[in-house]
């Protein structure tokens, strides 16, 4: 075999094989992987991928899974910001994984925790999530129970001040 077709099969196979590697180098994790919301509010989902090997990886291409019972109580829509963007060697690269938004417009109070998420970098395997993603939904306190608690809290102070200004 010619030696410049030796060569660039070798050279072949380590660009393949150094890409394989990096792939397999990543992790990824929601960052924060916990949020607390009120009922209505919609969710901007953060993240990042850490590339742990010693070369940067380009990322062209990839979905994303984000399925399972949360998607019961809140839409995903993905974002992925995170295409045509290097992560360096030994590096991470933040990025905006999707917005969740509920379902009918309000979510009980609660906690819940998403199934795994996955990410596929350039075509690799499944990539899961270090951390699964946790909502908590606190009560919402409505503009108009306030102005009853401020209300109802101004009757003995100003009670009290009119019985000062007689006495």
């Given at each position: 075999m010619d030696s410049s077709i030796q060569s660039k099969i070798v050279a072949s196979v380590m660009v393949l094989a150094s890409a394989a590697t990096a792939e397999a180098s990543l992790l990824w994790?929601?960052?924060?992987?916990m949020r607390t919301v009120g009922p209505r509010e919609s969710i901007l989902m953060t993240a990042t991928l850490e590339n742990t090997s010693d070369t940067p990886v380009f990322i062209d291409s990839g979905?994303?899974?984000?399925?399972?019972?949360?998607?019961?109580?809140y839409d995903w829509t993905p974002i992925l910001n995170l295409f045509g963007r290097t992560?360096?060697?030994n590096g991470s690269l933040d990025f905006d994984f999707g917005l969740l938004t509920p379902v009918g417009g309000v979510v009980e109070p609660g906690?819940?925790?998403?199934?795994p998420a996955y990410l596929f970098i350039n075509?690799?395997?499944?990539?899961?999530?270090?951390t699964r993603f946790?909502?908590?939904?606190?009560?919402?306190?409505?503009?108009?129970?306030?102005?009853?608690?401020?209300?109802?809290?101004?009757?003995?102070?100003w009670l009290a001040r009119r019985a000062r200004g007689q006495g």
């Open positions: 994790s929601f960052d924060p992987a979905p994303a899974s984000f399925t399972g019972d949360f998607q019961k109580i992560i360096p060697a906690t819940y925790v998403s199934d075509g690799s395997a499944p990539i899961e999530a270090q946790t909502v908590q939904v606190v009560p919402d306190t409505d503009p108009s129970t306030l102005c009853l608690l401020a209300l109802a809290c101004s009757g003995p102070v």
